[in-house]
């Protein structure tokens, strides 16, 4: 993933950042993260989170792996869901980590510090694959990076994406794409007094792909059964897909 680059997004351009960039961002902003997120989504992510694991459907036993787990938040949501599935959180950022396992019932997930590029799993090792704001990271490379998923899920497993989006158009996903512009960076500077990183977050959003764009790159990496449903003007997106029998 090459430095800060501009990459055509759908007819946008956007930033794309390395993986160091990316731990270096998540670290400074790992210890008011949940704070943070709670400020950028008005608490509406809860419902957004519930509708992930709907889409999921654990079953016990089953194996999962939530990727870009940042403090956990989506792994937890499915240890409460299924207490005998097998969770495996990973993320790139270890500071991340460090409050994850801070958290009640952190122990009874196992948790590894990863490059979502390249996953060290078999091929086929899980049930069901979960995320949440990891594709905008992709964008370099997208559909590669939908094929390493593709790879470690086995024949029928399911892949669940919580991801943000441009906006429908028209007046009201013209109001959203209005407030996604200013809201993180005033977010920014309430919770950690700068609003560059917070501003990267706006500019990741408003570049991103939207979810018909998404959809065709999830169908192109050899998905099934591809759909997604829209929050907030199509500001938030979840997107699910299956891995052909």
Known sequence: MSNEIGAELGGRTGPALSPDRVRSMFARVAPRYDLGNLLLTAGMDRRWRRYVQDKANLGPRERLLDLATGTGQLALDARRRQPSADIV?????????????????????????TDARFLPFSDGSFDVLTHGYLLRYLVDD??????????????????????????????????????????????????AGDARDYGYLQDSTLAFLGPTNVAETLSGAGFVDVGHHAFLQEMVVVHWATKPQ
Not at 99 to 110: C, D, G, V
Not at 145 to 169: C, F, M, S, Y
């Open 89 to 113: 959180a990973a993320d790139l950022t270890p500071q991340m980590l460090e409050l994850a396992l801070r958290r009640p019932a952190a122990r009874t997930i196992r948790w590894l510090q």
């Open 142 to 191: 997208l559909e590669a990076g939908l094929l390493e998923q593709w790879r470690v899920l086995k024949p029928g497993g399911r892949l669940v994406a919580l991801e943000t989006a441009p906006g429908r158009r028209g007046p009201g996903g013209s109001v959203a794409r209005f407030l996604a512009r200013r809201w993180p960076r005033i977010v920014g500077y309430l919770v």
